[in-house]
């Protein structure tokens, strides 16, 4: 993993950083217009060609539906913007845009919007409600003061099939048809959540009705379910890399979580495109009202958000698989094997 330098987190430098960005937080039509087309009309084309298939080779429709999968990130990441108001420059057009992209997303617009807004206002605070928005992670403390089961419970939470295979299909189409989070001030966001739920069932009930259950079963959901296992991981690695930001609600720093608790993840031209420059995802968290095609160009022309970032390949963001507590002493991630070996040490003082 790319190392950054204690000093690129001195204040004067991460003071600097909002304003650069801010400049760049102006949405523009064209450019939104643009994006709508080379991500909808490709899905569709793609979409099309594995109902087509369907009755001559499983294994090419299942290929084209990873490959669609990319297109419905694009798609998803539309929708993210959408909710952060950044897509466009006028409100009612980014609900309606969110909207119609929740139904092929099945992430609930408002609903899904609000836990992750909640995350940028929170992210990497060791508090309760850690989880709305963001993957559970526990400090090693926290971890040692578990029962047996208790931590094989969160092992198995942590664990590699759970996380980036069961999970992303549980979140998909389990937990956000449920409003789950019951804070004060979320009664509109579940009541949008429900309306959500019904207009998703009957979109797919026609769809099975006009062209059969192979739509859903053999088409639609195994794009879904590379989607979510794609955004899951991406999510993952942006921000539970080894040398992450987490700190207690008295002690936390919003631009520090945001610059050095989100990943640069460092990837070809051609897969920032296709999922939406959510790479840039230390960019994102410092506003997220800068536009997502807009976020390359905000790191390219300002080589201070290149020399701060936390950048990782996609080879290095592999390890992160591993990274299951935060040590606090240390201030960094570790795996449990690091875990276990500290704690014989422990035990033979």
Request: glycine share 4%; proline share 4%.
């Amino acid at each position: 993993m790319g190392t950054v330098k204690v000093s690129n987190y001195d204040p004067a430098i991460l003071q600097r950083l909002p304003a650069i960005v801010k400049t760049y937080q102006l949405p523009d039509t064209k450019k939104a217009v643009i994006q709508i087309l080379n991500s909808f009309l490709p899905f569709v084309a793609i979409w099309t060609a594995m109902y087509l298939l369907i009755d001559v080779s499983f294994w090419a429709t299942l290929a084209l539906g990873f490959v669609n999968a990319f297109f419905l990130v694009r798609i998803f990441i539309i929708q993210h913007d959408c909710g952060h108001q950044s897509f466009t420059a006028n409100r009612k057009v980014n609900d309606v845009i969110g909207e119609i992209c929740s139904i092929i997303s099945f992430m609930p617009y408002r609903y899904w919007a609000k836990s992750h807004n909640f995350h940028h206002g929170h992210n990497g605070i060791l508090w309760e409600h850690r989880d709305i928005g963001d993957i559970n992670l526990l400090t090693v403390n926290e971890f040692k003061k578990l029962s047996r089961w208790g931590k094989i419970q969160y092992g198995l939470f942590r664990s590699a099939p759970v996380l980036f295979v069961i999970g992303p299909a549980w979140y998909l189409l389990i937990q956000n048809r449920f409003p789950m989070i019951r804070l004060k001030g979320w009664e509109h966001a579940h009541k949008a959540l429900l309306k959500h739920n019904l207009i998703l069932a009957a979109f797919y009930i026609g769809l099975i009705w006009f062209l059969g259950y192979e739509a859903f079963l053999m088409v639609h959901l195994p794009i879904l379910l590379f989607f979510g296992v794609i955004a899951v991981w991406f999510f993952y690695v942006q921000h539970q890399h080894e040398t992450t930001y987490k700190e207690w609600k008295d002690k936390w720093e919003y631009i520090r979580a945001a610059v050095q608790g989100s990943t640069f993840y460092n990837l070809p031209k051609l897969m920032h495109w296709l999922t939406g420059n959510i790479g840039y995802h230390h960019i994102h968290h410092l506003n997220p009202l800068v536009p997502n095609y807009e976020l390359a160009r905000c790191h390219h022309e300002n080589p201070i958000l290149d020399q701060v970032a936390n950048k990782i390949t996609f080879f290095e963001s592999l390890r992160c698989i591993f990274n299951k507590l935060w040590d606090e002493e240390q201030e960094r991630m570790i795996t449990f094997m690091e875990y276990m070996k500290r704690r014989r040490q422990e035990k033979q003082k």
